[in-house]
């Protein structure tokens, strides 16, 4: 049994589960901490998960905790005293990710996907980030897998989309919880890690696969990755990528929630010695509502089709001259920011 748990009826102290505020949607009555089942002790106000899989996803580990605040905790088990754990990372085979590599006309997220990109484009990405097809939930989800930087399968998570928002249901599951696979470590890494072998390209790290993987359609001069979720940009993912330019781009959230974390992270990644800096655009233009709804990078870009997009970027220099340019700039100052400030432009 885990020495540390979500709250329920019964572990806790008060013999009746508790729910909280979120400290990412500051909704009330949402959020569930973990406690420490021997000493019935919450730990910090902070970890713990919102239930609010759609709009928050907020989620914070006991185990992020103690490793962000370098706290030593080596005993996530209850076991006898003095006994340490030392538990390797666990791998999904080869085989198991292939067998998911099809049956693309009944993926809700690749039926979007061709809604706004052209069918090549959609397979390209389908190669470049091994997108895979569960069975789960219905049938139609979707397989983000987690490669390393060795090209090892950590593992997959199964997500189901709405086809025609893109917008991702509630229905959440790993490759190997559903396998049942015995003693499984699940020990995350980057979404999108296993391209960082194949170029030299700066990297930016965005909040959710999705978002990542249409980034790298209007931006593919950078590698782009997944962290997963906000809270799960903790320092031991970057071992992989030191040496490596990095940009930051949160979600967007209501009191600056998401932006503060991440702007924390890269200060201490930058005394580590990894060149890390956060992107403050979408967090300046958003606007209230947006913030509410937790927008991200794609929602700003997926306001312009990449057609459009491209005919204002199409020699790589661009001008206010450019009335397709103008005009996108107009309705959406993020998107030359964007282009200006980093020199985001779009080869192809």
């Not at 009191?255 to 890390?276: D, P």
């Amino acid at each position: 049994m885990y020495k540390y748990q979500l709250e329920n009826s019964s572990n806790t102290p008060f013999n009746s589960k508790k729910k909280y505020k979120c400290p990412a949607c500051n909704k009330s009555h949402r959020f569930t901490r973990y406690i420490d089942v021997e000493t019935k002790n919450y730990l910090h106000h902070s970890v713990g998960i919102c239930d609010r899989t759609d709009s928050c996803s907020y989620q914070y580990t006991p185990k992020q905790y103690f490793s962000d605040n370098n706290i030593v905790n080596p005993n996530f088990k209850r076991t006898p005293l003095g006994k340490k754990i030392q538990t390797p990372i666990s791998y999904i085979e080869q085989n198991l990710l292939e067998a998911t590599l099809k049956a693309y006309t009944t993926n809700k997220l690749v039926t979007f996907l061709k809604s706004i990109f052209d069918n090549e484009t959609v397979n390209n990405l389908i190669s470049l980030y091994k997108i895979g097809t569960s069975k789960s939930f219905g049938g139609g989800s979707t397989v983000f897998w987690q490669i390393d930087a060795d090209n090892k399968i950590r593992s997959g998570k199964i997500i189901l989309y709405n086809e025609r928002t893109g917008k991702r249901t509630k229905k959440i599951n790993w490759v190997h919880s559903l396998l049942k696979l015995k003693e499984f470590n699940l020990t995350q890494c980057f979404f999108g890690e296993h391209l960082i072998r194949q170029n030299s390209k700066p990297i930016a790290i965005v909040e959710s696969e999705k978002t990542a993987i249409i980034s790298s359609v209007y931006f593919p001069n950078y590698n782009w990755l997944a962290s997963g979720s906000m809270q799960n940009l903790n320092i031991k993912k970057f071992n992989s990528l030191k040496g490596r330019n990095i940009i930051l781009f949160p979600d967007t959230s209501t009191n600056g929630t998401a932006f503060n974390l991440w702007l924390k992270r890269s200060e201490e990644l930058k005394e580590l010695g990894v060149n890390c800096i956060v992107n403050d655009i979408l967090e300046k233009n958003a606007n209230n509502d947006e913030k509410k709804k937790g927008c991200d990078l794609a929602d700003y870009l997926l306001k312009h089709p990449i057609n459009e997009f491209r005919e204002s970027n199409q020699k790589k220099i661009i001008t206010q001259k450019d009335k397709t340019l103008s005009k996108m700039i107009k309705s959406n100052p993020v998107i030359s920011n964007l282009i200006e400030t980093f020199d985001l432009y779009l080869e192809y």
